[in-house]
């Protein structure tokens, strides 16, 4: 079955420090997309990064890189330079294969991050 | 202007009442989904739309009915809803959904409505 883990509920860092979100997941699906999401307190769902299953090179996206370790299937947030305006809950999510059949994006049950001033 | 609009923002509404909730998309996307959040459970796919066909329904309840009238528009109408469907409905679209390619198309979604039931 797939699945996606995260295994942190809530986690703090310190403004202009670095920090790790963690991201585990489970499919048997050879082609698959890796997504964090961002979540502010007002609602919207804020795309932020994306890493294929064959990409060799780990995404990145200004602040934001992927840490993707497909042996281990995880796929970690990092954040540079925090700001406070990243306080917010983040989602690690998967897409299906194509051919899978299903058209299910998995989500784990996120992150809260708050950035402390 | 966000690529996806949701209205409304807020709606509180009794169990007997009949409301819809609406989605536009303006980026020329073919799949469109309906998402619930609720407290401290992870994102549940409700419907999803590609090409304006109903391609996957997730055990939904009767009470929620999509309509997918355009590639660009999606409701979602209720009616005799429970107080625990209360939570935060969100509208997604997506480049394309069945294809080779679809796994790295990434969602875009609205600012969701917050659904309070009385």
């Known amino acids: 079955a797939q699945k996606i883990t995260q295994t942190q509920p809530g986690m703090f860092v310190q403004e202009k420090e670095a920090v790790t979100l963690d991201c585990t997941y489970d499919t048997s699906d050879q082609s698959y997309g890796l997504f964090w999401y961002k979540q502010p307190s007002s609602g919207e769902m804020i795309f932020l990064i994306y890493q294929g299953s064959y990409d060799e090179q780990n995404a990145t996206e200004g602040r934001y890189s992927l840490n993707f370790q497909k042996a281990r299937k995880s796929a970690n947030l990092v954040i540079s330079a925090s700001q406070l305006g990243d306080s917010a809950m983040y989602f690690c999510?998967?897409?299906?294969?194509?051919?899978?059949?299903?058209?299910?994006?998995?989500f784990g049950t996120g992150t809260r991050l708050k950035v402390l001033a | 202007e966000t690529g996806v609009t949701q209205t409304p923002r807020h709606l509180v509404m009794g169990m007997t009442n009949k409301k819809s909730l609406k989605c536009e998309q303006h980026l020329g996307h073919n799949a469109m989904y309906w998402y619930k959040q609720s407290a401290k459970k992870p994102l549940e796919l409700m419907f999803v739309y590609s090409l304006e066909e109903r391609v996957e329904n997730n055990s939904v309840p009767s009470r929620f009915s999509p309509e997918c009238p355009n590639s660009s528009h999606l409701f979602l109408h209720l009616h005799t809803l429970q107080p625990e469907d209360s939570a935060l409905y969100l509208c997604?679209?997506?480049?394309?959904?069945?294809?080779?390619?679809?796994?790295?198309?990434?969602?875009?979604f609205g600012n969701g409505t917050r659904l309070t039931v009385t």
């Open positions: 997604a679209s997506s480049r394309e959904v069945g294809h080779q390619s679809s796994y790295n198309s990434p969602l875009h």
């Open positions: 999510a998967m897409s299906p294969e194509a051919t899978s059949g299903t058209y299910k994006y998995i």
